[in-house]
């Protein structure tokens, strides 16, 4: 049965845990709503507007191909998250965030770990290359970040560096029609974990068995290797090695974090799943084959963090001002022009991971509106408006022209999506420094209609607009808007 109307599924979930539960203080008992802006702009006040509307579980999801800012809007939210959930992928992804204590890149570790009272979780959909979670851990003590309260699933899989090599050597196979991976191990430890024969965190827990399997899989996939490859696989033991050692390191940060997570739930507290990449790199809802190997969308936040659907509040979708995208795969929007090279110039689209140059393009509303139905979206944050200060012409994406055939929404099959031309309408810029804004009426009139547009394209409500990299560069909407 639906929960009553203004009423999100999540608080409804709540109300029967309660019943439940009798010996646990359960809030959240009253409609998510959102308030309006106060004058002072801290990025704790920020982040409170859109906490005071109860919404206790909330998952944030890249709405376009990645890249697409989550990690400020992230950093913001953890500012009064009590858990922040890594829920799928490895690094292969990135989040870039500027706070109070500079700029980092993260790979791996959730944005939460800036609040020392946050709880950072990577869940059980995660891969975890066990040395580049020890080095960027590392990393953020050295700056004098404390990772103490995170905490890695038992359940997560193990990137081996046999895993790296089979990558590379899977995607040079493949010539022309490479995907473009990362070369990180990702697809393979994924495929491991699918054909069961993956290695888990919690096996760190009983060392002796641990390396007696890691060097069972090692010498079978070894063969394979060369065999099947011709690679090269004469340091791959010591390597392995390597790996090892990291892994065991990690072993105090182990521990049952779909409990941890429940446990949370159960309490009310604020708990925040971030995803990595994006909706459109989606396993099985993306531009299939140039995805990641894993499932972006909002609906597995719940399968790798290890709660059931009924308990989210409320799914956030972070999409750019325009678009990019990193590596292979069909890109409607795509500019090869002055235009592509202003929106890598000034938007500074390089990979956080890679480095490499972002492909770049007019907002495609299409793909933004087919995001917003696979992943149920309640809310969108909008990023990287003032990149678009210098432009006189905006344009979007309303609509694909295969073959004369118009197509208001995403073709059902690749094939088509391959072979898409953009249908644009021209919007008018407004040639003026949006940075310094605050709340929507400061933004001139011109951009005020673009960010209407395109939330009324998509139907989905507007709840924060970033005009610049800092936390206060923030605008909260004051009420949804369509």
């Not at 140039?290 to 989210?312: E, K, Q």
């Not at 951009?447 to 209407?452: E, G, N, P, T």
Request: glycine share 10%; with cysteine; proline share 5%.
């Amino acid at each position: 049965m639906s929960p009553p109307r203004g009423r999100c599924a999540g608080t409804a979930a709540r109300r029967r845990i309660a019943a439940r539960c009798r010996s646990t203080v359960i809030v959240l008992l009253r409609p998510c709503s959102t308030l309006c802006l106060p004058d002072i702009r801290t990025s704790r006040q920020i982040c409170a507007q859109l906490e005071e509307g109860d919404v206790p579980v909330r998952i944030i999801v890249g709405a376009q191909w990645g890249d697409e800012g989550k990690g400020k809007v992230v950093d913001l939210l953890a500012d009064q998250a009590d858990v922040v959930v890594r829920y799928q992928g490895g690094n292969n992804a990135g989040h870039t965030i500027e706070n109070e204590h500079g700029k980092f890149a993260l790979h791996l570790v959730p944005s939460g770990i800036f609040n020392p009272r946050t709880q950072a979780v990577i869940g059980n959909g995660v891969v975890v290359n066990p040395v580049a979670l020890r080095d960027e851990i590392r990393t953020l003590e050295e700056r004098g970040i404390s990772t103490r309260n995170l905490k890695v699933s038992g359940g997560a899989h193990l990137i081996m560096p046999y895993h790296l090599v089979e990558d590379g050597a899977y995607e040079a196979s493949l010539g022309k029609s490479k995907i473009g991976t990362t070369r990180r191990g990702i697809g393979p430890a994924y495929a491991d974990k699918a054909a069961r024969i993956g290695i888990r965190m919690q096996e760190v827990l009983d060392r002796a068995s641990f390396r007696e399997r890691v060097k069972g899989i090692l010498e079978a996939k070894a063969r394979h290797l060369r065999l099947v490859y011709g690679a090269d696989i004469s340091t791959l033991a010591e390597e392995c090695s390597r790996f090892v050692q990291a892994a065991e390191s990690l072993v105090h940060y182990v521990t049952d974090t779909s409990a941890l997570v429940w446990n949370a739930v159960k309490q009310g507290k604020q708990v925040l799943f971030e995803g990595a990449q994006g909706i459109l790199l989606d396993l099985d809802h993306g531009t299939y084959p140039f995805v990641t190997s894993s499932n972006p969308s909002a609906g597995f936040a719940c399968v790798g963090a290890g709660i059931g659907p009924t308990y989210v509040d409320e799914v956030l979708g972070i999409c750019k001002a325009y678009t990019t995208r990193v590596g292979e795969g069909p890109f409607p929007t795509e500019l090869h022009d002055a235009a592509g090279d202003k929106l890598r110039e000034v938007g500074r689209e390089f990979g956080t991971t890679t480095g490499r140059e972002r492909r770049c393009g007019w907002l495609d509303l299409v793909a933004l509106r087919y995001a917003v139905r696979v992943s149920g979206l309640t809310g969108l944050c909008i990023t990287k408006l003032d990149v678009l200060n210098e432009f006189d012409e905006i344009k979007v994406c309303c609509a694909y022209r295969v073959e004369g055939r118009v197509y208001p929404d995403m073709p059902p099959y690749q094939a088509a999506v391959r072979q898409v031309q953009p249908v644009l309408e021209s919007l008018a810029g407004w040639r003026t420094d949006v940075s310094g804004a605050r709340v929507l009426g400061d933004l001139p009139e011109e951009a005020q209609a673009y960010l209407a547009f395109v939330t009324n394209f998509a139907e989905v409500p507007l709840r924060l607009v970033s005009v610049g990299p800092a936390r206060e560069q923030t605008i909260v909407v004051s009420e949804p808007s369509r």
